[in-house]
């Protein structure tokens, strides 16, 4: 399970002439089969655009995105993603949404029974696996935000796929669902063995669930520097407070600010407060 | 929704921005808005001075009301009226549907189409009459077809809108499982869009009814626009009012018809408890 990802000069512009926003600059990088890859930057970094670009929802201008040596052109089923929100369909129950992709011609070649016992026992499994056992037939609406997630990853989880990308998944749910949500998703990536690759804006988040993070810089939008994330495999919510993460997390912190901008608005806060407090002497 | 208590210091939650009231009070204001205009009509009509050509009392149109069941035809106006909006709004809605759910869900027919369908909706439908006398004759198909005038061009851009709600996040979520564009209308697009639908065409049979008595214009010797522009000839200003009641009063069971097909038809859209 899990495929690897080739991502060559990747290129993306929006719109055309002299209007024409670039949104990313010719961008490289493998991500290993079974990688935990996160994607952290400023907004308007392009990290969003790339996801999407190796999903197939968004087109490349130049370059090449190839996922076990196979150049993408669309989505495809080898490739799940996990939006932030409003991707459930509310008139299906739980159940139904995680079974949805069995509806679809592409997840139905071979349907001998056993095959549709496989998906049922499927089903099954991710329902217990995300702790959903007692809302199996409930609507979406009457679920919280953490659960509506758990049911969108349970979904995207269904057809078994190589690739999990998730686009800032947990960014609308608060602090406490989000730690929890944490240690599920790294549960799901070592039963899965899925390559998982996650977009989110805070650095904490990008620390604890990656292997390798993918720091990116905005104006115009570019792959700026790759961290090995210097954490076992194992991890659990103390580690967030020990000197090797607080390190790491202070050094790509410091670099956000420099890349997008940030410092030089902070400095020029500094000398504004300074200049208000000569006045008032 | 719970009331806001304490925090606004124990003040009626009545005057609240948005806050939710108690359901006794919600109904006993709904019941005062809808007797207050008729006390105030009962008032005015029986002051003196106030002659019944201008001003029926709602005891004046009742009984006109009464005669029209009895010794008139005021069942068949009814029917064949109502025949006249639905059909002319059901036309429009088969077109329109299909229509509209190409427009919301390719740009291409909707640069083809919207402008277009934008421009014919401000034609004013009254205006189509001599024409549609022309081509359609003056036979049953003129009244569906004012009806349909009334009403097409301005459903068609609603569903469209309806089909472009849809969140994109479900369609893309779609894909990346591997549906196709036709899998995707019809097991995302669709069923993601229907309840907006339903009110779609809820609100534009309320449209519809309010273009009855302009189809009715076209050479009709019956239905309930008719009656009240027959009325208007032989100033029978109580027949009028009767005949106005009647449509607002059908207007309104059809309203809530539609309403509870809603709540019955989409019980996943309540929410959390």
């Given amino acids: ?281 | 929704m719970s009331a806001r208590k304490g925090a606004e210091g124990g003040r009626s939650p009545l005057w609240q921005i948005r806050t939710a009231i108690d359901p006794r009070q919600y109904w006993l204001l709904a019941l005062g808005g809808l007797l207050a205009p008729l006390l105030a009509w009962g008032l005015a009509s029986s002051l003196d001075g106030v002659d019944k050509v201008f001003l029926p009392g709602p005891a004046d149109v009742l009984s006109r009301m009464w005669s029209w069941a009895v010794e008139d035809e005021l069942a068949g106006d009814v029917a064949i009226s109502t025949w006249r909006v639905v059909a002319g709004w059901a036309l429009s809605a088969v077109i329109a549907l299909p229509l509209g759910l190409f427009i919301g869900s390719y740009r291409a027919v909707q640069a083809l189409l919207e402008p277009l369908t934008d421009f014919i909706r401000y034609m004013p439908a009254v205006a189509f009459i001599p024409l549609v006398m022309l081509w359609v004759g003056i036979e049953e198909g003129s009244k569906v077809a004012i009806i349909f005038i009334g009403t097409f061009f301005q459903m068609v851009l609603m569903v469209a809108e309806d089909v472009r709600r849809v969140p994109l996040a479900q369609i893309e979520a779609a894909q990346t499982m591997g549906a196709s564009r036709g899998e995707i209308i019809e097991k995302v697009i669709v069923p993601s869009a229907k309840p907006a639908l339903l009110d779609t065409l809820r609100v534009t049979m309320g449209w519809a009814w309010t273009y009855l008595v302009v189809a009715e214009l076209v050479a009709a010797n019956s239905g309930l626009g008719y009656a009240v522009l027959k009325a208007q000839r032989f100033l029978q200003t109580d027949k009028i009012f009767a005949g106005i009641l009647m449509i607002g009063l059908i207007g309104l069971i059809i309203d809530q018809g539609f309403r509870l097909l809603h709540r019955k038809a989409f019980p996943y859209l309540a929410g959390r408890h």
Avoid at chain 1, 171 to 193: C, F, N, Y
């Fill in chain 1, 1 to 281: 399970m899990g495929a690897n990802i080739e991502i060559r000069d990747a290129f993306k512009t929006f719109g055309h002439g002299p209007r024409a926003i670039q949104a990313l600059e010719k961008a490289s990088l493998d991500i290993r089969p079974n990688e935990f890859v996160t994607f952290v930057g400023a907004s308007g970094c392009g990290k969003s655009t790339l996801l999407r670009m190796i999903g197939g929802l968004e087109s490349l201008s130049s370059g090449s995105i190839a996922v076990n040596g196979q150049p993408i052109t669309g989505p495809g089923v080898d490739r799940a993603m996990v939006f932030q929100h409003y991707s459930l369909y509310p008139w299906l129950t739980v159940l139904d949404n995680i079974r949805f992709c069995r509806q679809l011609k592409a997840h139905t070649r071979d349907r001998t029974s056993a095959d549709v016992e496989k998906a049922s026992g499927r089903a099954d499994a991710l329902i217990r696996l995300m702790g959903l056992s007692h809302v199996a037939h409930a609507y979406p609406n009457q679920l919280s935000g953490g659960m509506q997630q758990r049911v969108a990853i349970a979904r995207a989880l269904m057809s078994r796929p190589p690739i999990l990308l998730m686009d800032e998944p947990f960014g609308a749910l608060d602090a406490q669902t989000r730690e929890v949500m944490h240690d599920l998703i790294r549960h799901v990536h070592r039963i899965e063995g899925s390559t998982i690759v996650f977009v989110t804006h805070d650095v904490e988040e990008a620390i604890y669930l990656g292997q390798r993070i993918v720091l990116m810089a905005p104006r115009p939008g570019r792959i700026d520097t790759l961290y090995d994330v210097p954490l076992p495999a194992e991890r659990h919510q103390d580690m967030k407070l020990a000197p090797e993460f607080l390190a790491l997390k202070r050094g790509i912190l410091e670099r956000i600010r420099e890349t997008s901008g940030m410092k030089t608005d902070l400095e020029q806060l500094a000398r504004l407060s300074a200049a208000a407090a000569d006045l008032e002497t």
